[in-house]
């Protein structure tokens, strides 16, 4: 099973919740072909709505756990990853433990695939 890293906390609600969706719809696309993933975005969103923060420091311990249980890091790029916080941590934690990381592009909206590294369709 991978990690699916990507950006998340925000001011804008409105922002987190697109990149919410956009994390969903990329773990869609990689499950419908065989990618086993886990995300904690797509975890931790429904939760934060029941008043626990959507920061990196609340999210941080759970988070490691669940990164060192999986086989690899594979990193959504969506806008503003760079400067993730949270995916800055994991892709260190990541690199440390030798894990493989893969950085892919998010799908789009009309169905074209998502794309590995941006070359290889899955």
Known sequence: M??????????DPAVREFRFREVCRTAAALLRSGIDVFSP????HPIARF????TWEFWQRV???YLQSCE???VLRLAGWEESV???AELE????WGMPVIEIDPPSADGRETRLNGN???
């Not at 991978?2 to 001011?11: E, K």
């Not at 975005?41 to 931790?44: F, K, Q, R």
């Not at 934690?93 to 440390?96: D, E, G, S, T």
């Open 2 to 11: 991978f990690y699916l890293a990507s950006p998340y906390s925000h001011p």
């Open 41 to 44: 975005v797509a975890h931790s």
């Open 51 to 54: 008043g626990v923060p959507t």
């Open 63 to 65: 988070d490691h756990e």
């Open 72 to 74: 690899g890091l594979v």
């Open 86 to 88: 949270g995916v800055r």
């Open 93 to 96: 934690l990541a690199r440390r």
């Open 120 to 122: 290889v369709p899955c």
